[in-house]
């Protein structure tokens, strides 16, 4: 037997290097929050830059850190006890200091606690230990609610013949019979430590079930009445709320159920309208959240007229949950604002309050959109029989064929469109809001599964269901040319066809090409074929006075603008071509700009207008107006410009009527018809001068520092008003362009090129309308829009008053260029012009006319000069007689030719002549050139002879003289070799022997009957060798 040694490792553990473990960081958050409550001022603005401070808070739209429109609905403490602290009204939501940071920064976990550290200036450490301080109070045990309100209810009693009771009568409330309300004589005010008497209100859930209380406490006034107890909190709840409401009646399952936020609200209203059940939910957030019983098929709500507009926010959010779960809600609100309904019955009495909820039963502008049908608008399944289609019809011809028929026969209610040559369909947004979109795959076979039943054979030979095969859903949308009605744009108002007949009825109408869906319930009174004087200015009076005489607009052109982006809306289908940019500025955050395009959005479309921000480049315009107009919007808003509008896209999508893009995913091209309404708002904007003439200005300066703080308006809440006269506003603008019509469509005396049948249509409006200022403030706008031709003007008349019309290189001009204020647009910003960019932004701008204060001159392009392009400036036709604007490229330099004396075939001398008028650059070329005039070709010996002024008959201008300092070769970049060799400044040595008389600037002219005088060879050029024609001449 054989034994086989077996190896033995032996591992020595000491040799062993233990695995390092990172040690978990420590560190003390009381000591982290404590600070950060204490510079709470210092980080919380940081990391919400976009918030505004009211008092001790940092206001926010929401804690994602937008900015507030208004007050903002989320709040962060920034001094006291709760400093960090956070708050989101909307939402119900809030936290502390560490929280807020987890907001901002997305962080969670050991990096958000290293990040509050961090800002908090706490250094890693674990927290001290310290013993428990001793207290002689224990520490309280976890509270029962549900115990603490059986407690409460067991010593309650009937509110009849209470202070409760007569606290009620005091606020003009007779209480019902049936409310669940209570009284208590001596309830416990934990803040305070005090006792007093109580009204309790029962919060019960949708089964009954009490799940909550709500308590008023009360005091006795020296008079013997009764109010509100004396403490910062009268009203205090107990309890979960979430869902539940104080039912003040029974509801029996028939009528409608009233909804309203406080007890007082509802009880006055029980009170104007005996029999209205109504439920009180004791807040906004208990509004929106409030949980009814599936027999409450009518609900209204009873909204709370905030100045803030909190209220019909909440009723508004609630109506469409409601509606969503099948029921038919409508909200009535308080006449005036601030108002509840509690208000408006002890100042005016319950026949206000009464009619006011009657004024809401036929307002059915909030009734359901259509919302969770699965199906597009428009769609209406006609009959009950389902056509059968073989899902395995061997023939792809025929079973396309049958397709097709099955989807034109259910169109003959148009549901299904041609847009852009695509199949398209409308579905609603979020919102109710109609939005065109493609018919993918997808899409279609979701219909062709709905219009009929596709069924295919099995092994057995039987018939069984199928699904729509794709063979023939790509075929459908593979097909040229299909039969179905063009959509150009989706109304959700009464407009004008291009005929200009009024479309009222919902649907698609053929001639206009536009699918008219309302909002639901919205109903318009008639519209006078031929509207009175009477009614047009009553039309007017309630656009311009009512509804714009709020706004703070500059000049009356601002406001003829503002009713002319109104009306454009309702007459954009009889306006052939393209629309300009409606221009919304301001000064200052705060003016109102976003405020008008809001409420005229809400005018034209029954909502707000949906948003489309700026682009980063010109690739990313091009994307987002593609994207946007695939939508086919009715009004295009690019809200809040910061960065300068210079896009070629956006230009482009301006003055063409089609807008052709490759789409996203596809190697194919769109061509989108453009019918929407463009509208911009920004700061002061900058915009280029490519944009600056596509642009309509409506000018907003309210002529105070924080304009938000304004008061006194005549509607305080312009966009409640808004909501519950838009029928009237539109009926006024119907009434204005139906005048125009009757009148026969008299064209507008004023308009802008490129926009000729917009401002032919709009200015008839207008005038006949007797709304002036259209069009008034075009210069004043291009004066302030067109910063980029502004820059050029300073540059040309810099460039004008120095060399007048002398012909000049781009390197000449460079150091002027530098020198402009403002700077010339060519070029990196923060970086010096060079002479190669300078003459690229001088190619882009060759030809323009440029109105200076001598006149007007134009920039020409004179020759090319040895690779090199010399420009010239020339006077318009009223600059004076010597010139005329070129009509062609022989022309360019016929002006005159400068440096070249008149008499070139005998000897003569330079003078100080005129530029030639009579003979054409190639006439001259023709002739042998003198040494006078070619031999110092540098532009700064030439201007003093080259230069001319505007003269008329009573005067003449002196002529412009040379610069008083020597000008040095270097600064002269892009001049010849030529002009290099022989020294570019007049004072330069070799010109100084060559020819010392040039300096002169008045040399005596010589006899015309002298010889001709050779020029001796100067010894600065002896070895130099010299351009053949220079040589003939020094010969």
Known sequence: MTHEATKITVIDFNDVEPARLQRPAHYDIDLIVRRLRETAEIWVPRLFPN?????????????????????????????????????????????????????????????????????????????????????????????????????????????????????????????????????????????????????????????????????????????????????????????????????????????????????????????????????????????????????????????????????????????????????????????????????????????????????????????????????????????????????????????????????????????????????????????????????????????????????????????????????????????????????????????????????????????????????????????????????????????????????????????????????????????????????????????GATLMVDSIATILTGTGASVMTEGRDDEEWRKRVTAKLRQVPSILLIDNLRNKLDSAAVAAALTAPYWEDRILGASEMARLPIRCVWIATGNNPEFSNEMARRLVRIRLDAHVERPWQRAEFRHPDLMTWVRANRARLVAACLTLCQAWIAAGRPRGHKTIGSYENWGGVIGGILETAGIPGFLGNLEEMMAASDAEGAAWSAFISAWWDRFGTAEVAAGDLVDIANACDPRVPVGRAGKPIDAAELGRGMSRMRDRIFDLESGKVQMKLSRMLRRSQRWILILGPEGGHRHNFATDDTSHSSHHNPGVCEVCEEGCEVQNVAPHTSKSLSEIDKKASCEECEVNPNTHTRVHARMHVKEGPENTSHSSHSSPEPIKSEGYRCEDAGEAVLGTSPTSPARRKLAPWVLDPEPPPPPKDAPRKKLPRSPVLKDIELPSWLAEIME
Not at 226 to 252: H, Q, T, W, Y
Not at 326 to 345: S, T
Not at 346 to 360: E, K, L, N, W, Y
Request: glycine content about 10%.
């Open 51 to 591: 918030g505004r401070r009211h008092g001790d808070e940092w206001r926010l739209a929401n804690i994602r850190g937008d900015a507030p429109r208004k007050n903002g609905s989320c709040v962060i403490s920034l001094k006291g006890p709760h400093a960090g602290d956070w708050h989101e009204f909307d939402g119900e939501q809030g936290g502390g200091p560490i929280s807020a940071i987890q907001q901002a920064t997305d962080l969670d976990g050991a990096a958000l606690i290293r990040a509050a550290a961090e800002i908090a200036g706490v250094v890693q450490g674990a927290p001290q230990r310290r013993a428990p301080a001793a207290s002689a109070v224990p520490p309280p045990s976890k509270r029962d609610a549900a115990s603490e309100i059986a407690h409460i209810l067991s010593g309650a009693a009937p509110i009849a013949g209470t202070a409760a009771d007569r606290y009620l009568a005091g606020r003009g409330v007779v209480l019902p019979t049936g409310a669940d309300l209570q009284f208590h004589s001596d309830l416990t005010h934990w803040e305070t430590k005090s006792g007093f008497p109580a009204m309790l209100g029962l919060v019960r859930d949708s089964a009954g079930d009490v799940i909550g209380l709500h308590r008023t406490y009360l005091g006795e006034n020296p008079d013997g009445s009764i109010a509100k107890a004396p403490v910062a909190k009268p009203r205090m709840m107990l309890g979960k709320m979430a869902g539940g409401a104080v039912r003040l009646a029974a509801f029996n399952g028939h009528g409608a159920l009233g909804l309203c936020e406080g007890i007082e609200t509802g009880l006055a209203v029980m009170t104007a309208c005996p029999g209205f059940a109504v439920w009180a939910t004791l807040s906004t957030s208990g509004l929106e959240q409030v949980q009814l019983p599936p027999d409450a098929k009518r609900v209204m709500i009873l909204a709370d007229h905030d100045a803030s507009g909190a209220g019909l926010r909440a009723a508004e959010t609630a109506a469409r949950r409601l509606r969503s779960e099948g029921r038919e809600v409508v909200i009535a609100l308080p006449p005036q604002p601030g108002q509840d309904f509690n208000d408006l019955l002890r100042a005016a009495g319950p026949d206000a309050v009464a009619a006011a909820i009657t004024a809401a039963l036929p307002k059915t502008e909030d009734a359901a959109p259509e919302i969770g049908q699965h199906r597009p608008m428009n769609f209406l399944r006609e009959g009950k029989d389902t056509t059968v289609l073989r899902a395995d019809e061997g023939d792809l011809a025929r079973a396309v064929e049958k397709t097709w028929s099955l989807l034109l026969a259910s169109n003959r209610t148009p549901w299904l469109f041609r847009y852009a040559g695509i199949p398209t369909w409308v579905v609603p947004d979020d919102e109710g809001r109609p939005v065109a979109a493609t018919l993918n795959e997808d899409r279609l076979r979701h219909m062709l599964a709905r219009l009929a039943k596709w069924v295919r054979e099995n092994a057995k030979g039987e018939l069984v269901p199928a699904p729509p095969p794709v063979s023939v859903v790509k075929s459908i949308l593979a097909t040229p040319d299909p039969g179905l009605p063009v959509l150009m744009g989706i109304v959700n108002t009464p407009v004008f066809g291009r005929n200009g007949q009024l479309l009222t009825s919902p649907g698609y109408h053929p001639d206009a090409r536009l699918l008219y869906q309302p909002t639901p319930g919205f109903t318009l009174a008639d519209i006078p074929e031929r509207p009175c004087p009477d009614q047009i200015a009553a039309a007017r009076a309630l656009i311009c006075e009512d509804f714009l005489g709020d706004f703070p607009f500059v000049s009356a052109a601002e406001m003829a603008h503002c009713v002319a982006l109104l009306l454009l809306g309702f007459v954009r289908a009889m306006i052939d071509g393209s629309t300009p940019l409606h221009l919304i500025e301001k000064p200052t955050p705060g003016t």
